[in-house]
């Protein structure tokens, strides 16, 4: 939901060209400009506050009445695993339960909280083993865990699934290549010509 100041001020100028190529969202979350992470929490909640999808798939931050096109090293969203058990977006919401989870080659999991896609932020990836269990939702083993890991790296069937806040979720795979067109997102917004 934008901010009240930001309706007002794309109600006033109505036609102030959007921005490409200035900010980025990385696998951790950080907004970055120009590839320098923004230090200042201020300019970060309120980029994350007036960010959206627009009509076509792109993600863009609405600075007032311009909008700045953002550009996703990975997905649109990441989520991390609070200290009490809760998965919060980047932008500092909480997240209902997971629906689906996916794997891609190189181990990132991707989960469907409140209908998108969120990449697991990767300092929270240690969480993973212990989500790891049997499709029939029993413990697995270390080995039998890093077997299923492997099996899904190499696109295998592995039969795991993810057992998080609850609820135990078929784990399937995901190519790195394929997560924009799969989960209907664009990238790397460019400009119209």
């Known amino acids: 939901m934008l901010d009240e100041a930001v309706r007002k001020a794309m109600a006033r100028w109505p036609n102030v060209p959007d921005v490409y190529g200035w900010l980025r969202l990385d696998r951790r979350g950080q907004w970055l400009i120009k590839d320098e992470t923004i230090a200042n929490a201020t300019v970060r909640d309120f980029i994350s506050r007036n960010y959206l999808r627009t009509h076509d798939g792109a993600y863009a931050f609405q600075n007032g009445p311009q909008r700045v096109f953002v550009e996703l090293d990975y997905a649109p969203w990441i989520v991390s695993l ?5 998965l919060r977006l980047h932008t500092g919401v909480t997240c209902g ?21 969120a990449l697991l932020d990767d300092r929270d990836l240690a969480a993973f083993s212990d989500w790891l269990v049997a499709r029939d939702g029993a413990q697995l083993d270390e080995a039998r865990a890093e077997a299923a890991v492997d099996a899904l790296a190499e696109g ?30 664009v990238a790397t917004p460019q400009e119209p010509a």
């Open 97 to 117: 339960v997971p629906k689906a989870a996916w794997m891609d080659e190189a181990g990132a999991l991707l989960l469907e909280v409140d209908d998108t896609v």
């Open 82 to 86: 609070q200290p009490n058990g809760e």
């Open 156 to 185: 295998k069937h592995a039969g795991v699934a993810l057992r998080i806040n609850g609820v135990t979720l078929p784990l399937k795979r995901v190519s790195t290549s394929d997560v924009a067109t799969q989960f209907n997102f």
